[in-house]
């Protein structure tokens, strides 16, 4: 579903403050695989997210999403194929807006708009059925704007609407870091119910090793925009947050210092 | 259109505000509005009505799309001049209504495409546009002003059959009014149906990405729709109605003048904030209510604060015709400090 080949990402080439962000990134995905990526700041986990978005086009290297090369799409048209999710839950939806009418773009996500419609009944039935399962109270409250909803509810929604036009690869950059960890845990259910009951191919971006271990199949940890340890399988059921402490020692010979990873 | 979380004991303290705040408005202009004769009344809600597209025009630009936008200083003039040189051409006047909207539009449609291809600030790219539609409106009229006193307009096919049914009706007095009240009436279709238009693009899918684009533009790229677009699009059918009223303008005070859209954006604000901070519309269709009444409210507080009459020692003070802007200007800065109390609680 995602093949990255020999992803490099230079900020700045030649320059005092050059960047080499990312240093020959191979990644495949396979569809409705959930993979975790952790990694000190730095590390070059949002740039990698955002080469695959279509933020900026690598400096070189190759991205295919379903077997299309997308490199050299910019971020709108590839918008139909990507769901993101950011940290800050203001930024994923439309305050001044309903939930109803939140839902409604995202349903159309990629499709022509039609001088039509809009928010329909039958369109609010569908929403009702759709948020209900959620256990937020929202179904109750499609017509409140979103400004009025909490960040957890705000998180929730943007998550739904990453995921309501079943895109081929969700990203998800932190979603929970700026929640409370009792949402934070809600949150993460409902993630990993929506990804499971679709199917869909999704990568998360996490400072919590232990979340990082216990969601999804696959983990992934980054250091100086390398890959340095992908973990699967038996191997990652049996990893510890100590084991990948130590592991990052043994393959970089010096000591993981990120404080928010360690504390985190 | 913002409200807090406590909302039930908002509304109780804000309706109370706005009972307060339009009793304060009676108090201090109330006299002069009951000295003001009834033509006058009826001139200033006709002039409101037919101003009443720019107040449109402004809330779909400024709140809806957060693009400010000063166009309309040019596209006002520019129907204006569009319809009086079709009408002294000989042109059926009604064909004025829908050139003047794609004139305006047309404006729009370059404001935006500067603001975004160029990625020139909104208000300087605007400001270039009604630079150049000056002489774009010289050049259109071929002169500075043309009047249309004479000519026909959108008035004339009713003209005379309103004014025999008013005598009929009401006696020779009713007559005076004839003018008055036709514009009004002919006005206030013409707004309604607009509203309705409006208010049902809104609802559409086209209508909520215009709305989303102005509200979170990142957001609704990241859904694959192009913003750029979005506000070429609602540029053109705001300038459209300002285009619209300056036609309808034009045709009611009888001239088209090419300076006559200066300081149009302060009419505007005027309106949609005097609107908001009466009415706190909390969807579209609301909110374009109350600015059409916002315009209406305004005219009719220019209209008695021109017959107000300030006692001095030595005579007294009257305001005259070119006190109007500076009382224009107060009103909105009393409004927007009124609004801005209301938020802070």
Redesign the interface.
Same mark, same amino acid.
């Given at each position: 579903m995602l093949q990255l080949t020999n992803v490099h990402q230079i900020f700045h080439p030649g320059e005092v403050n050059e960047v080499r962000a990312l240093r020959g990134i191979d990644l495949h995905l396979t569809t409705g695989q959930f993979v975790t990526v952790i990694g000190s700041n730095g590390a070059g986990k949002s740039t990698l997210f955002n080469v695959i978005a279509g933020v900026y086009p690598p400096s070189q290297g190759q991205v295919m999403i379903d077997g299309i090369a997308v490199t050299t799409w910019p971020e709108h048209k590839r918008a139909g194929l990507i769901g993101r999710v950011f940290q800050d839950p203001l930024l994923g939806t439309a305050a001044s807006m309903t939930i109803a009418q939140n839902l409604t773009l995202a349903m159309l996500r990629s499709q022509p708009l039609r001088w039509r419609g809009g928010v329909t009944q039958e369109r609010i039935r569908f929403f009702r059925e759709l948020v209900e399962p959620l256990g937020l109270g929202l179904e109750k409250r499609l017509e409140t704007r979103v400004a009025l909803l909490s960040g957890g509810q705000r998180q929730a929604l943007t998550l739904l609407m990453a995921t309501l036009a079943r895109p081929k690869i969700v990203l998800l950059d932190e979603h929970v870091a700026a929640l409370d960890p009792a949402t934070a845990a809600k949150i993460l259910t409902l993630t990993n119910q929506f990804i499971a009951v679709q199917g869909l191919t999704a990568l998360m971006i996490t400072h919590n090793m232990q979340q990082a271990l216990t969601f999804g199949d696959r983990t992934l940890m980054m250091d100086g925009g390398q890959i340095i340890l992908d973990l699967a399988g038996d191997e990652r059921q049996q990893m510890t947050v100590q084991g990948l402490i130590d592991r990052f020692s043994q393959v970089r010979q010096s000591a993981l210092l990120d404080d928010k990873l360690l504390l985190g | 259109?913002?409200?807090n979380?406590g909302e039930p004991k908002q509304k109780q303290t804000g309706w109370l505000r706005v009972l307060l705040a339009i009793g304060l408005v009676l108090l201090v202009i109330g006299p002069s509005l009951l000295r003001l004769a009834v033509n006058v009344w009826l001139g200033a809600i006709a002039t409101g009505l037919g101003f009443a597209f720019v107040a449109l025009g402004v809330y779909l630009s400024f709140r809806v799309l957060n693009f400010p936008d000063l166009t309309i200083d040019g596209s006002f003039p520019l129907g204006a001049a569009l319809a009086a040189t079709l009408i002294t051409a000989g042109v059926n006047p009604y064909w004025t209504l829908p050139i003047s909207f794609v004139g305006g539009a047309v404006a729009g449609v370059a404001t935006a495409l500067i603001a975004t291809r160029l990625r020139i600030h909104s208000l300087l790219a605007s400001i270039l546009v009604t630079t150049g539609l000056i002489s774009i409106n010289l050049r259109i009229m071929g002169r500075s002003n043309i009047p249309l006193l004479n000519t026909d307009t959108i008035f004339t096919p009713f003209a005379d059959s309103f004014r025999q049914a008013l005598v009929a009706g009401g006696g020779d007095g009713m007559a005076r009014l004839a003018g008055n009240l036709l514009a009004l009436l002919l006005f206030g279709l013409l707004v309604l149906g607009m509203k309705w238009l409006l208010d049902w693009?809104m #609802?559409?899918?086209? =209508? &909520?990405?215009l709305? !989303?684009t102005g509200? @979170?533009p990142?957001?609704? #790229? !990241? &859904? =694959?729709? @192009?913003t750029d677009g979005m506000i070429v699009l609602g540029l053109a059918i705001s300038n459209g109605l300002v285009g619209l009223a300056g036609a309808v303008v034009a045709q009611y005070q009888g001239f088209a003048d090419v300076n006559m859209g200066l300081g149009l954006i302060i009419a505007g604000l005027a309106a949609v904030i005097l609107g908001e901070t009466f009415f706190r519309p909390t969807h579209f269709a609301a909110a374009s209510t109350a600015v059409i009444a916002g315009m209406v409210l305004y005219r009719i507080a220019i209209a008695a604060a021109l017959t107000i009459s300030i006692p001095l020692p030595n005579g007294s003070l009257t305001l005259a015709a070119q006190d109007v802007k500076l009382a224009t200007a107060l009103l909105v800065l009393v409004a927007l400090w009124f609004s801005h109390a209301q938020k802070k609680k």
């Open positions: - | 259109m913002s409200q979380k693009v #609802r559409t899918e086209m =209508g &909520l990405a709305h !989303a509200d @979170n990142q957001m609704v #790229r !990241a &859904l =694959g729709i @192009n």
